[in-house]
């Protein structure tokens, strides 16, 4: 069973700093494209960024280009999100995406649960 | 960037009825729309891949169609668990872009 789980989401004033995890089983991680998409309190969903099964190729949202990194070690089946200068508009919860490749089109086939971030002094 | 609108953003409806949700994108994106719904404080699932494919476990009641710039989601006989908002998303090209999403209500 594909499986995402989300963590380190958390309260933190603007300005700072946080890195979210997401770790992945039930699937060959190394093989999949993965994405993070965000989606404010009460708001529609935002994609923020990507990166590819081998990390050629990223890709950020304008929104939080020069302010985020996106990663991911396949070794331990695990993807990242280094969220740094966060301001108030950066409150979301945040979700990693599995890029489902071919099979579907580049759609998101696998959600996991979400992580809040609440960037509030 | 590719803008998608949806209509209606919001909807009304009853156990039963037949829904059409449509999606329009500012440029053309082929068949490279998708359609996800979302139950209140969950994840966003994959209904509809490639504008009409079904995605694995997903009702025969909802269908998708479409090409170019309009697309529709289709729900034959709503039922208590659909309702949900909806976004439709497009994977044609970097950045992908959703619609602002269609809440659809019991009536």
């Known amino acids: 069973e594909v499986q995402l789980v989300e963590s380190g989401g958390g309260l933190v004033k603007p300005g700072g700093s946080l890195r979210l995890s997401c770790a992945a089983s039930g699937f060959t991680f190394s093989t999949y494209s993965m994405n993070w998409v965000r989606q404010a309190p009460g708001k529609g969903l935002e994609w923020v960024s990507s990166i590819s099964s081998s990390s050629s190729y990223i890709y950020y949202a304008d929104s939080v280009k020069g302010r985020f990194t996106i990663s991911r070690d396949n070794a331990k089946n695990s993807l990242y999100l280094q969220m740094n200068s966060l301001r108030a508009e950066d409150t979301a919860v945040y979700y990693c995406?599995?890029?489902?490749?071919?099979?579907?089109?580049?759609?998101?086939?696998?959600w996991g649960q979400g992580t809040l971030v609440t960037v509030s002094s | 960037d590719i803008q998608m609108t949806q209509s209606p953003s919001s909807l009304s409806a009853s156990v039963g009825d037949r829904v059409t949700i449509t999606c329009r994108a500012s440029q053309s994106i082929s068949s490279y729309l998708n359609w996800f719904q979302q139950r209140p404080g969950k994840a966003p699932k994959l209904l509809i891949y490639?504008?009409?494919s079904l995605q694995s476990g997903v009702p025969s009641r909802f269908s998708g169609s479409g090409s170019g710039t309009d697309f529709t989601l289709t729900i034959s006989s709503l039922q208590p668990e659909d309702f949900a908002t909806y976004y439709c998303?497009?994977?044609?090209?970097?950045?992908?872009?959703f619609g602002q999403g269609t809440k659809l209500e019991i009536k």
């Open positions: 490639s504008a009409s």
């Open positions: 998303q497009q994977s044609y090209s970097t950045p992908c872009s």
């Open positions: 995406a599995r890029d489902g490749g071919v099979a579907v089109a580049g759609s998101f086939d696998y």
